[in-house]
């Protein structure tokens, strides 16, 4: 069964940084690109970022592009987010996901497996 595990979320304030990461139990794990997607309350959840298979490629929705990096650990079957300069607008729930792709991808239809998220709050 695959299952995708959040960690790092938290309280932070303004202009604070935070780095989440997904533990994969995906096999292999460097089979798989995988994306991180976030939601807010009252909001649909909305693409952060996506990396390819062996990390080459990266891509990020462009509220977070140059706040944001996005990085694995094929090794450790770990995914991260490196989150910097955070704001307000950027508290939400984090979940990551996982396809068996062999790009980065923007929809969340093209994931195939889903975590249950971590909470990230930004105080002002």
């Known amino acids: 069964q695959v299952q995708l595990v959040e960690s790092g979320g938290g309280l932070v304030q303004a202009g604070g940084s935070l780095r989440l990461s997904c533990a994969a139990s995906?096999?292999?794990?460097?089979?798989?690109?995988m994306g991180w997607f976030r939601q807010a309350p009252g909001n649909e959840r909305e693409f952060v970022a996506s990396?390819?298979?062996?990390?080459?490629?990266?891509s990020y929705g462009d509220s977070v592009k140059g706040r944001f990096t996005v990085s694995r650990d094929n090794a450790e079957n770990t995914l991260y987010l490196q989150m910097a300069n955070l704001e307000p607008e950027d508290t939400a729930v984090y979940y990551c996901?996982?396809?068996?792709?062999?790009?980065?991808?923007?929809?969340?239809?093209?994931?195939?497996?889903w975590g249950q998220g971590t909470q990230v709050t930004v105080s002002s």
């Open positions: 990396i390819s298979r062996q990390g080459t490629s990266t």
């Open positions: 996901a996982a396809t068996r792709g062999s790009g980065t991808y923007y929809f969340q239809r093209n994931y195939e497996h």
């Open positions: 995906v096999r292999p794990f460097s089979l798989y690109a």
